[in-house]
């Protein structure tokens, strides 16, 4: 079997979706290994659903405040928050716990 492109997975993924079938059923019907589908599917849903999920987080323009922020919180999970201007000590205690 020939190489398949991303495009062509991600053709072979859509018609999967729209057609009602298992995966296997799909794949054997396509001639494709089944394990290189379930991994493109795989691979599919994940960029699907992290590009389609909303973020809880919002960037705010502050044109009017400094440049440099007075605090910023790193979180382990890659999250950044940063504050800009007066900051209210309550709040910090708020996004740390």
Known sequence: MKKINN???FSLFCKW???GQSKAT????A???KQ???YW???FETDSVSSTSPSPFSIIP??????????RINYPSGICVELFGAVDVA???????
Not at 26 to 29: D, G
Request: aromatic fraction near 12%; charged fraction near 20%.
């Open 91 to 97: 709040t910090v205690r708020e996004l740390v716990g």
């Open 62 to 71: 502050m044109d009017h405040i400094a440049a440099s922020p007075v605090a």
């Open 7 to 9: 495009e062509v997975y």
């Open 31 to 33: 001639g494709i290994p």
């Open 26 to 29: 799909f794949a054997a019907a």
């Open 36 to 38: 290189t589908f379930y």
């Open 17 to 19: 979706q729209e057609s």
């Open 41 to 43: 599917c795989k691979k």
